[in-house]
């Protein structure tokens, strides 16, 4: 996942408009995930900095830990936005709320879908496709942990 | 942490740098992620998009920066939300830095907290810019005691 790369890349798959609207309401198979104290160690080295005290899990797990707690992955969201190769698929933004602490060996329940898809084009013309997927975070005690809402941009 | 409880409008929010984006780390975190896009650890394959020789950052990794910022400045659980857009891509050997501004200073659910202006910059460039609320009074006893790890 890539973000805001200059593009030569295009679709293998040639999906439709209509394709690409019907994927709005696809629901993941939502699913547990626990942030595991390796996983956060090494992801907050990546970040350049010691990991936080208390289990604190660093605030980016947003990006992954949903992906996968919902029971998708990445290489399935880019199939399924009919994308692949260099320069194909790049992150237009997040919006990330943080409801409670997010924490190393706690099992979060979740679940999520995609919320909007469009096509439109850029300047030269070249198709361009967006797409969010929202993805809800619960704690233990079944409240909302967290939220995620991701935008990404799939270049044909 | 910084005085929290003389924040307001228009206050700076001390930046945080990255001197050097690492390769390494790039290919650390993909497996971290199981994310399989290339650009991320084939340097020759990224010839095909105008970037021979160069990996690109994750986009989380870029945030990643402005939330160190953001825990230097408030606390470990200070963040509240992020709302940001990414703009041109950060290569390996990039050095960045993360900064912002306080916008706006409010209670929100009995607890104080700014709502900033966030950005990542490099070479004087915005690369990421958008909002972040952070809770102003997260105190270590607001936190819910956890295990300890070895």
Known sequence: MSDGIASTGSSPTGL????????????????????????????????????????????????????????????????????????????????????????????????????????????????????????????????????????????? | MSDLANVEPGDDIPPWTMPLVDPARMRTMAAILRDPYPVHWDRDGNAAIGLPGRVINQGPLNLGYVVNMLLAWAGPSCVRRLSVSFGRPVLDGDAVTAGGRVTEVSIIDDERRATCEVWLDRAGEHVVTGTAVVALSTAPSNLVPTQSHD
Do not use: K
């Not at chain 1, 956060?40 to 990006?63: K, Q, S």
């Not at chain 1, 029971?71 to 399935?76: K, L, N, Q, V, Y």
């Not at chain 1, 399924?80 to 933004?93: M, Q, T, Y």
């Open chain 1, 16 to 156: 439709s408009e209509t394709d690409l609207e019907s994927l709005v309401g696809h629901r993941f198979v939502g699913g547990r995930y626990r942030i595991e104290h390796w996983e956060n160690w090494l992801l907050t080295d990546c970040t350049g900095r010691d990991p936080l005290p208390d289990g604190l899990a660093h605030p980016i797990v947003l990006f992954h830990v949903p992906i996968l707690g919902v029971g998708t992955s990445i290489a399935e969201l880019f199939e399924l936005g009919g994308v692949a190769g260099p320069g194909s698929v790049g992150l237009e933004g997040y919006d990330w709320e943080y409801i409670r602490p997010l924490r190393e060996d706690m099992e979060y329940r979740m679940e999520g879908g995609i919320v909007t898809a469009r096509r439109t084009s850029d300047d030269a013309g070249r198709v361009i496709d967006e797409f969010a997927f929202e993805i809800t975070l619960f704690d233990d005690d079944d409240q909302v942990a967290a939220r995620v809402t991701n935008r990404w941009v799939l270049r044909r």
